[in-house]
C-alpha cells in the first residue's frame, strides 16, 4: 500500500477530530515509528510503497478512539530526552520544561545540591535536572507505584542516578530524615469543574490521580507540599511549584503565609501563570 493512501486515510477519519495539521504530524509520527520513514524520505518518494500496514491502521483506529499519539507509540521527548510512557503516568507537558529550564539556571553554579521532585509521574522533571546538573543527587517520589515503575526505567534510559520513594504526600512520614536544597512538585491541580474544558484524549486517557483535586481545595497538594517543605528544605532552599493559571494570587498568598521569600511568579509562554518559586528564610 502506498503511504500517501494512508495519509489520504488518516485525514479522511481524523480531520473533523483533530484538524489537519495535527493529523498530518500524528501520521509523520507514526511512518516512523512503525516504518522507520521519515517525512523528508516520503516527501522525495511520493509512491513510497510499504507491506505490514496492520501496526499503522490500528494506530488510525486507537487515534480515533483519542487514544494521545504518546502512549501508542509508548514514548514522548521532553526536555531533549526520551521518555517511555502509558496510561499510569501523565504525559509530559511543554510547560513543565519551563519549569525545569528555571530550575536549571537558578541552581547551575551551586555547589552539591540535594533535590527532591514531588509527584514525579514519568521521572520527567527528576531525571532532566539529573541530566542536566553537575553535582546534584536527585530523589523523587509519587504515590503511584506504575508511575515509578515507569520513572525507575526512564532513569535507567537516560542514564541517571535518580532514587525513588513510594510515598503518599498528603499523608507523609517516611522521609522527614532527608534534608533538600530544591523541592519541585507539579502536583495534581485541575479543579473537578474544569473538566468540561477538557479534550477528550486528555479525559478519558490520562491518569485522573496525576491531574485532578477537589474544587472545594484546590490548593490541598501545594498546602501539604509547603508544609513539607517548611520542615525538609534546609535554609535558604528553594521551592518551586508548577500551578493552575487561575490560582496564582491564592499561591502568592499561600507561600507568603508560610514566610517564603523572595517569591516569583512566572508566566508560560501562552502567558498564562504558571510556576511559582519562593526560598525558604
Ligand atoms: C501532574 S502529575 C506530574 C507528573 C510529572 N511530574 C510531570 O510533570 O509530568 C502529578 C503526579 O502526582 C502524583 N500524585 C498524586 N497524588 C499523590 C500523592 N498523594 N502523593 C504523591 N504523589 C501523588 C501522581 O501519581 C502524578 O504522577
Known amino acids: 500500500m502506498k503511504l500517501k493512501d494512508i495519509q489520504y486515510r488518516f485525514h479522511e477519519v481524523l480531520d473533523a477530530d483533530y484538524g489537519i495539521e495535527e493529523v498530518d504530524s500524528f501520521f509523520f509520527m507514526l511512518i516512523d515509528f512503525c516504518f522507520n520513514v521519515s517525512r523528508i524520505q516520503l516527501a ?3 509512491d513510497y510503497q510499504v507491506k505490514d500496514t496492520e501496526k499503522i491502521l490500528e494506530a488510525l483506529q486507537l487515534l480515533k478512539e ?27 507537558r511543554p510547560e513543565t520544561e519551563e519549569l525545569v529550564e528555571c530550575v536549571i539556571k537558578q541552581t547551575d553554579n551551586n555547589p552539591a545540591v540535594n533535590i527532591l521532585d514531588i509527584g ?13 546538573l553537575e553535582n546534584v543527587k536527585v530523589y523523587a517520589l509519587d504515590i503511584s507505584e506504575d508511575a515509578l515503575e515507569m520513572a525507575k526505567q526512564n532513569a535507567k ?18 522521609i522527614q530524615h532527608l534534608k533538600f536544597d530544591v523541592i519541585v512538585s507539579n502536583p495534581p491541580y485541575v479543579r473537578e469543574k474544569e473538566k468540561p474544558q477538557m479534550k477528550p484524549n486528555v479525559l478519558e486517557h490520562e491518569p485522573h490521580l496525576a491531574l ?3 474544587d472545594e481545595n484546590p490548593l490541598l497538594f501545594y498546602k501539604a507540599i509547603t508544609d513539607f517543605a517548611k520542615v525538609n528544605l534546609k535554609e535558604k532552599g528553594k ?13 502568592i498568598t499561600l507561600l507568603n503565609d508560610n ?18 518559586k519562593g526560598d525558604k528564610i
Open 44 to 46: 522525495m518518494d511520493l
Open 66 to 92: 483519542q487514544k494521545p499519539v504518546q502512549y501508542i507509540i509508548g514514548e514522548t521527548e521532553f526536555y531533549g530526552l526520551t521518555f517511555k510512557v502509558n496510561e499510569s503516568v501523565l504525559i509530559p
Open 120 to 132: 514525579t509521574g514519568s521521572g520527567c522533571i527528576a531525571i532532566s535536572l539529573a541530566k542536566n
Open 157 to 174: 534510559l537516560n542514564g541517571v542516578d535518580v532514587t525513588f520513594f513510594k510515598v503518599d504526600i498528603l499523608n507523609v512520614d517516611c
Open 212 to 214: 485532578f483535586v477537589e
Open 239 to 251: 521551592l518551586y511549584f508548577e500551578i493552575n493559571e487561575f490560582l496564582g494570587r491564592s499561591m
Open 259 to 276: 514566610n517564603f521569600k523572595n517569591i516569583e511568579l512566572k508566566q508560560d509562554i501562552f502567558k498564562k501563570d504558571r510556576m511559582i
